[in-house]
């Protein structure tokens, strides 16, 4: 099957910065969207940002102008650029992505991955 990996996060300042990753792997013939999503404690999942195979991207109004969504097609790698991060950031972010793979015959399915830490605090 598909799997996520997502790096990148840790524990940062106000105003700081961090960059994560996802990387996908498995049999995958092409993957359509990508995204990130953040969950804090307490609260349900929530949409980040997202980009498409095109690069048409899509932001919560919550990061517009901070957060920077990219990917790399051959490497099946979606980025995150977090600037002037705020304590309201803080979160487990998971990265998501609408893969189109190969077991046996060609399936669709999406996927997540564990997720990473980021905390933003003094």
């Known amino acids: 099957q598909v799997q996520l990996v997502e790096s990148g996060g840790g524990l940062v300042q106000p105003g700081g910065s961090l960059r994560l990753s996802c990387t996908a792997s498995?049999?995958?013939?092409?993957?359509?969207?990508m995204g990130w999503y953040r969950q804090a404690p307490g609260k349900e999942r929530e949409l980040v940002a997202t980009?498409?195979?095109?690069?048409?991207?899509n932001y919560a109004e919550s990061v517009k102008g901070r957060f920077t969504i990219s990917r790399d097609n051959g490497k099946n790698t979606v980025y995150l650029q977090m600037n002037s991060l705020k304590p309201e950031d803080t979160a487990v972010y998971y990265c998501?992505?609408?893969?189109?793979?190969?077991?046996?015959?060609?399936?669709?399915?999406?996927?997540w991955g564990q997720g990473t830490q980021v905390t933003v605090s003094s």
């Open positions: 998501n992505a609408d893969v189109r793979f190969y077991i046996g015959s060609f399936r669709n399915g999406v996927y």
């Open positions: 498995g049999n995958i013939a092409r993957i359509n969207a």
């Open positions: 980009i498409t195979s095109n690069g048409m991207t």
